[in-house]
């Protein structure tokens, strides 16, 4: 299995272009069966979460093309199947998002129950209670969600809790509903804003995407459309994070510095110096940084779930002691003890973790249990004294491409083994 190895203590010095997000992507190709017109989706990653995707679209009769510029084509006029294939569906949890335009285009959808993951449950009883209040009928058996839209319409939904993928499925689940459809406590994160506009260039009525109500008027069809989804707010705040750790100076292209304010915000307590213009964000550091004294992920535009484990990393090297409290998922903090073999103090209680620096951490033999917790152990073995290998490196595939070319680009010692 491959690994990367790492000879830390180098500084991080160039560039680096930010390509178009996981978290959007996986969505805007979901919703790209809404149309028996062509998609494209432009500057995607090469990264194993969209490869299942498109294996799943595969699977259900699209054609599907993908270019070394990063534009990926569907083709989804022949699709011909509603059972989401059960062993990919598995593989790849977003497959749930699958749902809604499944339900809008063929009138049906069957998928497995989409199991849980290492960062938690998962549930999805949001996204059933919402399908069902827009008439949509759900028989939950042996394993199997077999759904039913033959009566769908218009409705009034009010979300438990803002989940991104539930406000996601109930979007695409509405856009050809007579009628207005309003959802209420959606998630605002900027994912949700780019799935409304690329709606929108295919024909779709939806509004209030980034606030808490979303409106959607149903239309009769929706057109192929060319779309450049926005770029990953969760990579950007990870190469940052890794230049805050390391010292250096690095700049970021093609990023939306809004996206990450809550970072820069915090980044900005603690000695290292971020600018941002436009679409760059330079970020420079030097010597130990200041802890920071609490850090609560939140929903958007709070501090992301998703920057968590990567910011316990530089919290375990600074100066002082940092309270990190993981809000949103219940298991978020299964890179602890590989943290702890590097020399980090860490000790952890329910959702809570009491980070206490120390001056550096020293290299190991670590293994990657989650996709951030992954690229957090990578920025841990950049930052420390001697060589660090990283195994099970799968899981960082899921989201990052090409991490080790990247980082050796900017001055790492970093190598992945085959
Ligand atoms: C999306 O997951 C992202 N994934 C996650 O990124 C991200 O961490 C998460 O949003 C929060 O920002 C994609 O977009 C593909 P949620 P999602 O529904 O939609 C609970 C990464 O690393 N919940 O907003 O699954 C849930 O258990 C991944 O790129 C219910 O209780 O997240 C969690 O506690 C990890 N019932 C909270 O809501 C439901 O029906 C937020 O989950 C749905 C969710």
């Not at 960082?396 to 090409?402: F, T």
């Amino acid at each position: 299995m491959s690994r990367y190895i790492i000879e830390g203590g180098r500084p991080l010095e160039g560039c680096l272009r930010i390509k178009a997000a996981k978290n959007s992507v996986l969505p805007l190709l979901a919703a790209s069966i809404l149309t028996q017109e062509k998609v494209t989706l432009q500057n995607c990653p090469q990264i194993s979460d969209i490869k299942n995707m498109l294996k799943i679209l595969t699977g259900i009769g699209c054609v599907v093309e993908r270019d070394d510029e990063g534009n990926i084509t569907i083709d989804p006029k022949d699709l011909y199947c509603e059972q989401i294939p059960c062993v990919l569906a598995k593989e790849l949890r977003s497959s749930v998002f699958l749902m809604g335009p499944m339900l809008s285009r063929m009138k049906k959808a069957k998928i497995s129950y989409p199991g849980g993951c290492e960062i938690g449950m998962r549930p999805i009883d949001i996204h059933l209670s919402g399908l069902r209040e827009l008439g949509i009928v759900i028989d939950e058996e042996s394993g199997y969600l077999d759904c039913d839209a033959a009566g769908a319409h218009a409705a009034q939904i009010l979300l438990d809790l803002p989940s991104v993928g539930a406000t996601e499925n109930l979007m695409m689940a509405s856009v050809f509903n007579k009628g207005t459809t309003v959802l209420r406590n959606c998630a605002k994160e900027p994912e949700i804003t780019d799935l409304q506009n690329f709606l929108n260039a295919m024909g779709a009525r939806v509004s209030g995407a980034g606030s808490s109500m979303i409106v959607i008027e149903g239309v009769n069809k929706l057109h192929g459309v060319t779309y450049r989804p926005i770029p990953d707010r969760i990579i950007a705040g990870t190469y940052i994070i890794a230049a805050a750790m390391c010292g250096g100076n690095i700049c970021l292209e093609g990023a939306i510095p809004e996206h990450i304010s809550s970072l820069i915000a915090k980044l900005s307590k603690t000695a290292c110096k971020i600018s941002c213009k436009n679409d760059k964000i330079s970020i420079r550091s030097k010597g130990r940084l200041k802890s920071l004294e609490r850090i609560d992920t939140m929903y958007y535009p709070g501090f992301p779930t998703d920057l968590q484990t990567q910011m316990m990393a530089l919290q375990t090297i600074s100066r002082g002691t940092s309270v990190i409290a993981e809000n949103i998922f219940e298991t978020r903090f299964k890179t602890v003890p590989q943290l702890i073999k590097m020399g980090a103090d860490i000790t952890v209680r329910d959702r809570t973790a009491v980070v206490r620096g120390v001056p550096r951490l020293h290299g190991a033999q670590v293994s990657a249990t989650d996709l951030r917790g992954g690229a957090s152990l990578v920025l841990a073995g950049l930052a420390a004294e001697g060589v660090t290998e990283v195994k099970d490196i799968y899981h960082i595939d899921r989201g990052y491409e090409d991490m080790a070319p990247i980082l050796s680009s900017l001055g790492a010692k970093i190598s992945r083994t085959v």
